[in-house]
């Protein structure tokens, strides 16, 4: 099991432990974690599971990939440690992650 933990724009935390193998969007959206609209399903094509890593875990939840960039280039309100949730699979490696939910996906 892998311990997620999702800090929302106010602070509230949301600390999850979850199955490794599907995405942190997805522990979030089926654990009712408020901030991440996933409007795509996670197909990579909406940017609404946008998060920001925390900047002891930016290198450990690995590179970003092309049509990522490609969608986070088109946020105004993207970071250094901007991530596409649904493009981060949960692996035993993950265990500790922390993640927060931007205020402009509430
Ligand atoms: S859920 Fe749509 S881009 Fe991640």
Known sequence: MVNILFIEHDNTQHPLTV???????LAAV??????????????????????????????????IGPTEEAMLSLSSDRKENSRLSCQITVSEELDGLVV???EFQY
């Open 30 to 63: 089926t654990n009712g974690v408020p901030g991440i609209d996933a409007d795509c399903g996670g197909c990579c094509s909406c940017a609404t599971c946008h998060v920001y890593v925390d900047e002891a875990w930016v290198e450990g939840v690995g590179p």
């Open 100 to 102: 927060k939910t931007p």
């Open 19 to 25: 199955e490794p193998g599907g995405s942190v969007m």
